[in-house]
């Protein structure tokens, strides 16, 4: 059954089903409602779910499917960034789950990864002035995928009840978006890098062209360095990274 329930800082509404929930967040933001910041749309399935580059998100029952909505304000740091402090929120929720030699790793600028395997994903889209949030974890169950691995938390731990995972993602996205927003993108910058995958991994980039390289930190505004084999080293500011 759907049904809400309140959490500090927010407000989670679970529905059985949808096609997206960003995309229901989206359509009630064109119809001119206000969605205020902290409230979360969660689904037990999702018919049409949606990752980077246009693929299919495909459902588990179980899992974490859901969407917020962000309101940029003046003095606010640039909105792409919103993609690293999502994946720490992530990061932090998964890791809390997980026995402590098992470590989920951030790719830029917004997968969770255990190993080579995806365990979570997060979609920014812009609506208007705002920005949806939307963030799948596998909790029970993952996809499989013909082009990568996946993993979902149960293949390593108990997995946390769906309802349980999602107060505690509220709570902690909450904290990060208050830290991002009165603290800027430095300390932002050097905690993602302190859950991500070493500086030294192999990485892929495919965008207009595809370029092999090692990963090299972020710059200051959190895009990503990669050093090619000439030495030189290229700043990423969008495209599909995958670990050569």
């Known amino acids: 059954q759907g049904g809400s329930r309140a959490v500090p800082r927010g407000l989670i509404v679970t529905i059985p089903q949808t096609g997206s929930t960003s995309a229901d967040l989206s359509a009630r933001l064109r119809s001119g409602e206000l969605v ?8 037990d399935r999702q018919t049409a779910g949606r ?20 309101h940029p304000g003046p003095g606010d740091p640039p ?11 992530v990061q932090s929720c998964v ?17 969770l990864m255990i ?11 812009r609506e208007g002035e705002a920005v949806v949030v939307g963030i799948g974890v596998n909790l029970a ?24 995972f999602a ?20 300390p932002l910058i050097r905690r993602w890098l302190a859950v991500a995958h ?30 090619l084999a000439d030495g030189t080293t290229q700043t990423i500011n969008a495209g599909e990274v995958t670990f050569a």
């Not at 990752?51 to 969407?67: A, E, V």
């Not at 909105?79 to 929120?89: E, F, N, R, W, Y």
Request: glycine residues 12%; hydrophobic residues 45%; proline residues 7%.
């Open 36 to 43: 205020r910041e902290g409230e979360w749309l969660v689904a």
């Open 51 to 70: 990752g980077r580059q246009g693929r299919d998100w495909l459902d588990g029952l179980g899992n974490f499917m859901g969407s917020t909505v962000f």
């Open 79 to 89: 909105a792409h960034s919103l993609a690293l402090m999502a994946g720490l929120a």
């Open 95 to 111: 890791a809390e789950c997980l026995p402590g030699e098992t470590v989920p790793l951030l790719k830029w600028p917004n997968d």
């Open 115 to 125: 190993g080579s395997a995806k365990l979570a994903g997060i979609l920014l889209e």
């Open 141 to 164: 169950s993952a996809p499989k995928l013909p082009d990568r691995e996946t993993a979902a938390l149960a293949d390593f731990a108990p997995p946390p009840a769906r309802d349980a």
């Open 167 to 186: 107060t505690r993602l509220a709570e902690v996205f909450a904290l990060e978006l208050q830290r991002w927003r009165a603290n800027g993108l430095d």
């Open 198 to 227: 070493p500086v030294g991994t192999p990485l892929a980039v495919s965008g207009e062209a595809r370029l092999s390289g090692r990963f090299a930190g972020l710059d200051a505004t959190g895009a990503l360095q990669l050093r």
